[in-house]
């Protein structure tokens, strides 16, 4: 069953003006409408649905929970609207959902817990927002295939923290169009790259911006001793540290040295 309002429905406000009532398995299409807020009850009619678009509308805040009694719904669409913020509770009661598009959105911020009752997600798209960093393990309760970070602030690459635990279920990972600084920070995320015994990440899009002598290089193409080249011993010090981390060999006798003081 699909549930669309087409002109009946142009200028929703709110969606607790609604009550589908329909069996279970529906599906509800509200995109292009004037609603700017998501209500701790304004989804209570939508209960059956296994897929909401709200994509193209004026949502700037979903209140936590909102979503609580959704646990049918498998595809959700917010995309094309002005969400700056997600929150632990913005999804909570989505236990079934599999795709998720937040992309185009003016997101800045997400908390370290937003997606964890999304066991089942296995498609995520945050293109095209405000995004220059996300906390650790955000991504840690997910079993993702799909994950779209283009066109964001990104600046330090930080995949080794976000997606190191995913597994081979993973086979596309989009984060091309960011200004990614290929300087020591992105060490890490280099020496993981490399160890992958797979390729889900696409590699040719992590184009460097700075520093200036690595702009436009590609950071699987630079070599780990220019990456992070060497001139005191704090340095010698986190590149040690970061070895014992990645159990991975590197040799020395490369890296540029200090000059002996006189």
Known sequence: ?????????????????????LQDGYRVFLQRNDISVLGLKDLDGFRGASLLNLAQNKLQNVEDGAFRELALLKKLHLNNNLLSVITDGTFHGLY??????????WLRSISSKAFSSLTKLNTLHLEDNQLSSLPSGVFESLT?????????????????????????????????????DCSCKALPTK?????????PVHKLSLMCISPENLKQSKLQDIPAETLC?????????????????????WDFSKLPRKKSRT
């Open 1 to 21: 069953f699909m549930s669309t309002c087409w002109d009946k429905c142009l200028g929703i406000k709110r969606l607790y003006q609604l009550n589908v009532g």
């Open 96 to 105: 079934s959902l599999e795709y998720l598009q937040l992309n185009q959105n």
């Open 144 to 180: 993702l295939t799909t994950l779209d970070m283009s066109r964001n602030n990104f600046v330090i690459p930080q995949l080794n923290d976000l997606l190191g635990h995913l597994d081979l279920r993973v086979t596309e990972v989009k984060l091309d169009e960011n200004p990614w």
């Open 229 to 249: 080249s060497l001139h005191n011993d704090t340095s010698v010090t986190m590149a040690v540290f970061i070895m014992y981390i990645f159990d991975t060999t």
């Open 191 to 199: 020496l993981w790259l490399d160890n992958l015994p797979y390729a």
